[in-house]
């Protein structure tokens, strides 16, 4: 295999029951191959009375069986991780691929579909996977991911974190609270995730310095832009917060150049000297009861595919807010193959629908048309699904 040019190599079967002396003939002939190969053993459970064996012979070892798109998966592999702590680096106990975007094409759990973990969740398992240093290896179909996936994906914040982050470990796990920190060996930058796994939103209390400071969040987000950021302290203290601003409010695209916003809308990207790799700081003396209130916007958008990309040419492809959207044959019976002559769109909050979602509503000459999220689709009656459709003049 070395003299194919292989860098890394996967092996199943290792870890349960734990094969020690398949693994050490294993890691011997990487050794005398001449070419550095990083060896991985999958699936968990890896014991952890075997870390030491584990992290002396492989590159990295999964902690747990598969992580798919439950949250109860995501919560099982935060008390796992518990014992694997003083592993983490230079080799990695590793969390599984990353579960998002467009998995399960050929059906191996479910149907093909877009991940079921909601916004909240794809948010806990990405900065959960990070803080930790597992090894980011993305489970999804990348070119099927939208613009949320890919923002998940792409941060450079997220990824400098990852990269250069040293000391991780668990402040604690309890009431349904997980909160882990690690500092940056280049910087010196301290990071701090906090996470509710309860069922039940709750304020997040955090403590700074020798003080406790208690962060509330109230959203409609992604179906309105407002996001409303409360801050209880019991003395005024000085600290910065950083607020995530999306490249989509922004008025760029976070694909890489995959596609581009192909409307004449005018979304002024923030610019001010407080905005920096996509987070605006606020750096004040905060005290008890100081809000913030932030509005995105949330205009229906459209979109057109690299021209590289041969099968979107021609075509346009619609978003609201951070959302792809997608037409359904079952909503669109007599208009699904009808083209779109320059259409005009207009939103609706539908309570119950698909757990209760923003529906686009499109108009052209005399046929309308409906659209609901891409990642809701294939959830109703079997049918045809479009996102790229033939381009026409676009009207706002």
């Given at each position: 295999m070395a003299s194919w040019g292989v860098d890394f190599i996967k092996i199943d079967d290792l870890s349960r029951p734990y094969h020690k002396r398949e693994i050490e003939m294993i890691r011997k002939a990487i050794d005398r191959c001449g070419r550095p190969i990083v060896l991985s053993m999958s699936p968990g459970k890896t014991p952890v009375g075997e870390a030491l064996h584990a992290s002396t012979h492989a590159n990295m070892w999964r902690m747990v069986d598969d992580v798919w798109d439950k949250w109860e998966d995501v919560t099982h592999l935060m008390q796992v991780a518990q014992d694997w702590y003083p592993y983490i680096g230079p080799t990695w106990p590793a969390c599984d691929m990353i579960p998002l975007g467009r998995i399960s094409i050929r059906g191996e759990?479910?149907?093909?579909?877009?991940?079921?973990?909601?916004k909240d969740e794809q948010y806990s398992l990405m900065t959960f996977f990070t803080i930790f240093r597992s090894p980011p290896m993305f489970g999804g179909d990348l070119p099927g991911n939208d613009e949320f996936t890919l923002s998940l994906l792409t941060n450079r914040e997220v990824l400098r974190m990852h990269r250069e982050s040293a000391g991780v470990r668990q402040l604690f796990q309890q009431g349904g609270k997980v909160a882990i920190m690690s500092r940056n060996s280049v910087t010196e930058e301290i990071y701090l995730a906090v996470f509710n796994i309860s069922d039940h939103p709750e304020p997040m209390e955090i403590p700074v310095g020798n003080e406790i400071v208690v962060i509330e969040q109230h959203t409609g987000y992604p179906w309105n832009g407002k996001v409303n950021i409360r801050i209880t302290t019991k003395n005024p203290l000085a600290f910065a917060l950083k607020i995530r601003i999306p490249?989509?409010?922004?008025?760029?695209?976070?694909?890489?150049?995959?596609?581009?916003?192909?409307?004449?809308?005018?979304?002024?990207?923030s610019q001010t000297p407080n905005t920096a790799d996509g987070y605006y700081t606020v750096t004040r003396h905060w005290r008890s009861g100081d809000s913030l209130t932030l509005d995105f916007p949330m205009q229906v958008r459209t979109v057109e595919a690299n021209a590289n990309v041969k099968d979107d040419a021609g075509k346009f492809a619609v978003e609201c807010g951070p959302l792809v959207y997608c037409m359904e044959e079952t909503d669109n019976p007599?208009?699904?193959d009808k083209p779109s002559h320059a259409p005009s769109f207009s939103v609706e909050w539908k309570p119950g629908l698909l757990g209760s979602v923003n529906v686009v509503h499109e108009q052209s000459d005399d046929s309308g048309k409906v659209l609901i999220p891409y990642y809701a689709w294939s959830n109703r009656d079997v049918g045809k699904m479009k996102v790229w459709r033939i381009q026409h003049k676009i009207k706002h």
């Open positions: 759990r479910g149907v093909d579909r877009m991940t079921r973990l909601t490249s989509w409010a922004q008025n760029t695209s976070a694909s890489g150049g995959l596609y581009v916003y192909s409307d004449n809308i005018n979304i002024q990207p007599g208009t699904f």
